[in-house]
């Protein structure tokens, strides 16, 4: 892989709707050459004999499962909303 052009950098920001400096282009282009030699590297290794995962602690879950519980009543949820009409919460215009 080689380095990556003033000008690749200089897309690079445009697709990204960035205004650099000269010297951040300088810095970037050292950067964003280095991170995609490491990619590089990693695309090399040989990950056929290497399963697919799903989970990383050896593939089980270690979150608790889904259980359905019942939510919170209206009364509840506008017991402390300083202005309410109708069941809902009551905000001053965002427009007017």
């Known amino acids: 892989m080689s ?13 990204a709707r960035l205004e650099l400096t000269d010297e951040e282009k300088a810095r970037y282009r050292e950067q964003l050459s280095a991170i995609l030699g490491h990619v590089a590297r990693l695309q090399e290794l040989d990950t056929s004999d290497i399963p697919p995962m799903s989970a990383v602690f050896g593939g089980e879950s270690h979150l608790r499962p889904d259980q ?10 506008l017991k402390n909303a300083p202005e309410q009409e109708k069941s809902q919460f009551k905000i001053p215009p965002v427009f007017e």
């Open 68 to 77: 359905s519980r019942p939510g919170l009543t209206s009364e509840t949820l």
């Open 3 to 15: 380095d990556l052009t003033l000008q690749e950098v200089e897309h690079i920001a445009k697709l």
